[in-house]
């Protein structure tokens, strides 16, 4: 049996046979594979490689034959749909927008451009289809679909395409074109994931599910406990609101104006679903897609108390948004414990890491916290080394980070996954300080 993963190698390898194919390269590729994974269970990779190589020459007939190939394509396929089903799915690293040289942004030698393009022709190709077929409820999904991805992914294609959307948007209030699309490509990953669970909903619910205007998802229905209409007096227009002002705090360098937007986006979208609202659905929100612009202003906004010291405040944000969404889709339970470590409060982060102690086996953000409240409490040093011995069977990684001299790497990405060097990252950079503060915490390190 063949690993399910490529190496370097063979994705080289591959990139090298659609070359000689005539085919578009390996980004636009798994674009395509993107716009299948959302809706089309039948597309397989038999499947999305015959609509790739379909209409080149007899090349393509030697392409089919190599089975060589064709076991490396199922399992580009194979595992493209995975990181995408598990919300792991990574862009091309480093490739950030040039706001200096607009144009040259959507060139074919952009490997996020070519991506955008393979999500394009996909969705569209499975438009086309269903429209053929006269599959009324397919070709409202794949409408939908395509309305979500023309404001948060196809704006990478063309730059008029870009300059199109920003014209009609209501981003012009708050900043620049080049902004809009910084803005855009620090999204895409998330968009991405709401692309995904889109069209999960679309299809599992019905395309008849209602919509924000924004197209940012969906109003979860399914479940009885979850009420599918939003609170009496709801108007989409305001959490467009919210949201405009989470980009323009994203954009502030300023802690104290970043506060201060963060604090009104929180106001407002408390305000807009009223106090029977929160009764109501204490444990529901980020479920109800109405919620969500208010959740990502509540977590940013715990974020920035923290940054400005204004650590009772952040505490009290965090666990609001642990209250309001136990399931934390924003991830609050990781940031936590080293907020109440900088505070001095070890017992308590100890009571609150193993409230979680089921994600103890994988998440290094939990399991070196809970080695390092161990250390600061001089817990016994069999314990001690036990706890040191599984955060780093979490990831592996960690260890050396903290113990870096100088800056540390930036992440390829704004996301991560258990075991992998963004999340050594990003806890590195969350708790390097606290590891470095407390005596003897280094030590207890070295050999890991």
Not at 293 to 310: C, E, G, I, S, T
Not at 411 to 422: K, Q
């Amino acid at each position: 049996m063949s690993k399910a993963r490529l190496s370097g190698a063979e994705i080289r390898e591959l990139k090298q046979i659609l070359a000689r194919a005539g085919a578009v390269d390996l980004h636009f590729t798994k674009g395509l594979i993107t716009a299948f994974t959302c809706v089309d269970s039948s597309a397989n990779a038999d499947f999305i490689y015959h609509m790739l190589l379909g209409d080149k020459t007899s090349l393509a007939d030697d392409i089919y034959d190599n089975t060589n190939f064709v076991d490396l394509f199922d399992r580009l396929t194979t595992q493209t749909m995975d990181e995408l089903y598990e919300y792991r799915y990574k862009l091309p690293p480093k490739t950030q927008f040039d706001v200096a040289n607009f144009d040259q942004n959507f060139g074919d030698e952009n490997p996020i451009a070519n991506w955008a393009k393979g999500v394009h022709t996909g969705l569209s190709f499975c438009l086309g289809r269903a429209e053929a077929e006269d599959q009324v409820e397919l070709v409202d999904v794949y409408q939908r679909l395509l309305a979500f991805a023309c404001e948060s992914i196809f704006v990478f294609i063309d730059a008029d395409v870009a300059r199109a959307v920003y014209d009609n948007s209501s981003w012009k209030e708050i900043m620049t074109l080049p902004e809009m699309m910084v803005q855009a490509r620090r999204r895409l990953p998330s968009n991405i994931k709401e692309l995904i669970e889109m069209a999960y909903i679309l299809v599992t619910d019905g395309p008849d599910v209602e919509w924000g205007d924004d197209f940012s998802g969906l109003i979860a229905g399914a479940d009885d406990n979850m009420p599918p209409q939003p609170p009496e007096g709801f108007e989409s227009e305001t959490l467009g609101i919210v949201d405009q002002l989470l980009q323009e705090s994203e954009l502030e360098r300023d802690k104290k104006r970043r506060i201060q937007l963060l604090e009104q986006a929180v106001n407002l979208g408390r305000a807009q679903l009223g106090a029977d609202f929160f009764d109501d659905n204490v444990g529901f929100f980020w479920g109800l897609i109405e919620t969500r612009p208010f959740m990502r202003a509540l977590v940013n906004l715990a974020d920035a108390y923290r940054q400005a010291h204004m650590r009772d405040k952040s505490l009290v944000c965090y666990r609001e948004c642990l209250q309001l969404c136990p399931s934390d889709n924003l991830g609050a339970r990781y940031l936590l414990p080293a907020l109440l470590m900088e505070m001095g409060r070890y017992d308590e982060t100890l009571s609150f890491i193993d409230e979680y102690s089921d994600e103890l086996s994988y998440s290094a953000f939990l399991a070196y916290s809970r080695a390092l409240c161990l250390i600061a409490l001089q817990t016994k040093p069999a314990i001690i080394n036990k706890a040191l011995r599984q955060a780093y069977g979490c990831n592996a990684g960690v260890p050396d980070l903290l113990l870096l001299e100088g800056d540390l790497p930036q992440p390829d990405s704004p996301y991560c996954a258990a075991g992998d060097s963004n999340e050594a990252i990003f806890y590195a950079v969350e708790n390097r300080m606290l590891w470095r503060n407390l005596t003897g915490a280094l030590a207890q390190l070295k050999g890991y």
